[in-house]
């Protein structure tokens, strides 16, 4: 009687999955039908891995540790596993993404100048892209800070979220600020070619060996800065000489393996610390500012990227692989924004709990490594769930009501407040 009663069931989840799939199926079709033609799916492909990149890795390598009073302090696998280096290597892809973002920006710079346009024109429209993502989230923490703490989310708990959701938007300010170039980074191009990045990388140079070289101590602290603009406006720049075609399969090769060796030659024989990213404790970093080492990874993942272009664009016309580029795409700044807010919210959630294995659990023994990794499709959930809501304020801001004035003045005070509390200026 019971296997009778249960036999059906295995049937009727095939089913289940059957059209779940055929409507997975139909809908990557239509989402490759909707595709223009003349769309540049390798560009997409690319942006969209350097974007899944920025959460894996800030899931991977960061973490929590509960102190005695109960509250989440922030902690770094890379404090305790060396391992774990070569991994910030792979996830470290803010090279292509300026890569990216210089080619798009300039083909759509010029696009623009056909129409008529100016360039003031063209550069508010980028900002505003960028820019209202931002507001929208740090507008929302601000909101969101008074009423936690007044359900018992510690003030410690809440300024370690804080820092890490603000940690990833300074990518925003310096690639909006690189962005404003973007005509200074065409008429370089026009008259030096793909050798216009050089410069960029001599000045990179230049500073490293003034603040870790034989005069390091007389060196003022202040100097690093000096790397901040060149350093990820290098990429942007070769991504430029890219879109204008002044950089082609001989230049991509030349990056490719000169930027290995370089990486190699930094890392072997000066000693440049092998994290891609900050290491809780370290006297040094690569990413901020970032060093010459930054630049060498930058190169050797531009030429691979522009060498693959061909091959991704091809496997990409496969509507199964293609739906997802366009979704993570049309989603670039909602995941840039929220996905530190989905892992903090699971271990707010789990600090009120205890200790738990890979979440609210310093990044010390081997099976924290084990229990992260399981927790990564449950960050990943809460993305998505978050992203669902959130994504309104990618959409163009309503212009000409008072109401719309109010609630952006609104939204800027309270972004400026978020900003202040986050960086521990108050």
Known sequence: MTSTALAPRPARTGKRTARMLGTLRRSAASIDARTPEHRDRAIDGLRALALLAVPIGHWLLGGFHLDGEGALRNASPLSSFEFFAPMSWVLQMLGIFFLVGGYASVL?????????ESSGRWLRGRVARLGRPVLGVTAVWAAALPVLYALGVPGTTLHSGATLVIQPLWFVGVYTVITALTPLCVRAAERLGAWAAAPLLASVAVVDFLRYGPFADAM???LSIL????????????????GEKKLGKRGAWLLLV???ALFALLLIAFHYPASMVGVPGEARTNSHPPSL????LAAAQSGAAILLRDRIGKLLRRPALWAPVVIVNLSAMTILCWHQTAMFGAATVGSFI???GGLTTAPETLGWIAARIAWLPVFAGLLVALGAWARRFEAPWAVGSK????????AGLLAAGFAVFALGLA
């Open 108 to 116: 759509s710079y010029r696009r623009s100048m056909a129409r008529g």
């Open 220 to 222: 003022p602290s202040w």
């Open 227 to 242: 790397n901040i603009l060149p350093g990820w406006m290098f990429a942007y720049q070769l991504g430029v000489s890219w």
């Open 258 to 260: 000169g930027g290995t």
């Open 293 to 296: 080492l930054v630049l060498a």
């Open 354 to 356: 205890g200790p738990i």
């Open 403 to 410: 109401a719309a004035r109010v609630r952006r003045v609104a």
